[in-house]
């Protein structure tokens, strides 16, 4: 073991001769007791009688301390890189962090809403910044940054994140004339937690269509009427969203937010998605033998997911056959479509399924049984490529009446061209007793009024009856209505020339390709029935008159001009006669507001079960409604905010 260090102090003091409890004082020459033969006395005699010399003395003991704990480190093991993050910081340590996050407050505040969005997007638990990989990371990249622990990150992101991204939604809102919303009810058994899911819809002024979460509000009893109803205008309230400004609310088929809606005194449409899979469904379920079909091939799904034996066979025998790797998987009951897949699927790999059925103990799936499912794969396509379109974000509400009548009309095609000994053929007229049953409500102004006011489609779906009562609706609408930069319908408008048409604002005639794999069919037939000769052009001129005149001109102008190609953005047409068609366009950014189905809304279902997995079971509600608020917002802003 070393000697010990001596103390500087005696660089100023030596030992008195004569007593060893005693020392001299160099300078001063003056001699001082040390009791215990401490150098305590001798340090407050330096300190109170010579202060030069103890600054000089404080200096040199501080460098010659940080020399001794430099070589102890050198001999001592370092410690964990646990016990590092996890041991109590030295108050000159917060000092020195607190100093450094000071000099470099803008980008402490970056990391910390970047961290925030982290928790929020990935669905992350706020304990994961206390986990030693993410201290770790952060300390390799930022060394300087001070790390926070959960209970700074949930305040953060609860308070300070969820109120700006909270003032981009409401600025956003304040653009829209009018709104659409999409709601529905997402429930946990596994914790009792239930979201009540509001998604809000609008065009801005310049026609740009926008989608934002306006609320998950938490339920912490039954979902009755009654609370729905008050969930509803909590929210309206707390956007300050008044009621006539609310276009419509597109709801599922549930029977209590049914009558809540009514409570709240809103317009409300089923969502037409859940129609038509309901249709679909009474088809599967009306012949015995689909059903049978059905079943079998659950069962063969069911014994390949149980058996990476047998998906390694079956992978085996497509090398054989020269054919993809392809698995077999089974339909699920909440999942849209998920029948028509699964008969698909099977289709694909039938030879290679026939192959290891042949070697195994499953029952086989007959010749009528491959044909039921041809059949039903045949029939389904346009259902398929109906929901997938119905389901996108940027389809309007304008597109339900026309691909419901190509639905209608596929469906009597298909009775037309196959012969008695079709095996589903009973089924199929199910299905069409379904479609005429579940959609006798289209004849609704909010679908009809959209559909004649999307350039794509006008009055072509519509009878010369409907033609006229949508104008008179529209004249209707447009006197209760406010325009923007004017205070009432019935002013005057100073002349204004309108050209119905000319060859730079009109579209060829034709079909386009899809970005869809299957939507080809689809809007190949939609093209076809919307393919006609060239309308009337006209030139009106209007002077001094009423906005009801104008208005009614207006229509007349829209009226004559040519569609639009079935696969332009009839947004993007509205975009740039806005200016030449003032008054409709602002009734168009009211009715195009509402989306087809409230698919929006049910997308954050996934999301919400993310985050409340088991172990985090109890996560309070409130917080997963601020997390799936920032998550779906702040990318619409492009985390500016």
């Not at 600025?171 to 659409?180: A, D």
Request: aromatic share 8%; net charge neutral; glycine share 2%.
């Amino acid at each position: 073991m070393p000697p010990p260090i001596q103390s500087d102090i005696w660089n100023y003091f030596k030992p008195n001769e004569q007593d060893r409890d005693k020392a001299d004082c160099k300078i001063c020459n003056k001699t001082y007791s040390r009791k215990g033969r401490t150098t305590s006395s001798l340090k407050s005699h330096l300190k109170s009688m010579h202060p030069e010399q103890f600054s000089l003395f404080e200096s040199s003991s501080k460098k010659k301390q940080l020399q001794k704990d430099n070589t102890d480190a050198e001999r001592i093991p370092l410690s964990t890189p646990l016990q590092e993050l996890k041991r109590q910081l030295f108050l000159e340590e917060v000092l020195v962090k607190q100093e450094n996050r000071d000099s470099d407050n803008y980008n402490s505040e970056k990391i910390d809403k970047l961290i925030g969005e982290m928790i929020a997007l990935q669905n992350l638990s706020f304990n994961v910044v206390e986990g030693l990989g993410f201290r770790r990371l952060m300390k390799e990249l930022v060394p300087q940054y001070n790390l926070r622990g959960r209970n700074f990150f949930t305040d953060f992101v609860c308070k300070d994140l969820y109120g700006k991204v909270a003032e981009k939604v409401k600025e956003l809102i304040e653009k829209f004339n009018y709104l659409s919303f999409t709601s529905d009810i997402w429930s946990d058994p596994s914790t009792d937690a239930s979201l009540l899911i509001l998604t809000c819809h609008g065009i801005a002024k310049n026609f740009d269509r926008s989608s934002i979460i306006l609320k998950c509000n938490t339920f912490d009893g039954r979902h009755t009427e009654d609370i729905i109803d008050e969930k509803f205008n909590t929210m309206l309230s707390e956007w300050n969203i008044e009621k006539q400004r609310v276009h419509c609310l597109i709801r599922d088929e549930g029977s209590n937010i049914e009558r809540a809606v009514r409570l709240a005194g809103l317009n409300d449409i089923d969502c037409t998605v859940h129609r038509m899979q309901l249709a679909v469904r009474c088809f599967l379920d009306s012949q015995e033998s689909i059903k049978l079909v059905e079943q079998k091939c659950k069962i063969i799904s069911t014994h390949f997911n149980h058996s990476t034996i047998a998906q390694k066979q079956l992978q085996a025998i497509q090398d054989r056959l020269n054919q993809p790797h392809l698995n077999v998987f089974r339909d699920c009951i909440t999942r849209w479509n998920s029948t028509f897949y699964m008969f698909e699927r099977f289709l694909k790999v039938k030879d290679a399924l026939s192959l290891y059925i042949n070697d195994s103990e499953i029952n086989p799936i007959l010749p009528e049984e491959w044909k039921v499912i041809e059949c039903c794969i045949e029939l389904l396509i346009p259902f398929e490529e109906a929901t997938r379109e119905l389901s996108s974000s940027h389809t309007l509400i304008s597109s339900v009446i026309p691909i419901i009548q190509i639905l209608n009309k596929k469906v009597e095609d298909y009775l037309a061209s196959s012969g008695d000994f079709n095996p589903i053929r009973q089924a199929v007229r199910t299905l069409k007793t379904e479609l005429t049953t579940k959609f006798s409500h289209l004849d609704n102004s909010l679908y009809v009024i959209a559909t004649y006011l999307d350039p794509r489609y006008k009055h072509k779906f519509l009878t010369p009856v409907t033609e006229a009562k949508i104008k008179e609706d529209i004249l209707m609408i447009a006197r209760n209505t406010e325009f923007d930069g004017s205070d009432s319908f019935n002013i005057g408008v100073k002349r204004m020339r309108m050209t119905v048409s000319s060859e730079n604002d009109t579209e060829p005639q034709g079909s386009g390709p899809s970005s869809l794999v299957r939507s080809s069919c689809l809007k190949n037939d939609l093209a076809m029935m919307l393919d006609s000769s060239s309308e009337d052009e006209s030139e009106c001129i209007a002077e001094d008159v009423s906005a009801e005149t104008i208005l009614k001109r207006e229509l007349q102008c829209y009226r004559n001009k040519k569609r639009l190609n079935v696969d332009k953005n009839p947004l993007e047409w509205w975009s740039v006669h806005r200016e030449e068609l003032k008054l409709l366009s602002q009734i168009a950014r009211r009715f195009l507001s509402t989306p087809p189905s409230n698919v929006s809304s049910e997308q954050f279902f996934s999301s919400a079960g993310l985050i409340f997995e088991p172990l985090r079971n109890k996560l309070d509600p409130e917080k997963v409604a601020i997390l799936l608020f920032i998550k779906y917002n702040a990318p619409i802003f492009n985390f500016r905010y």
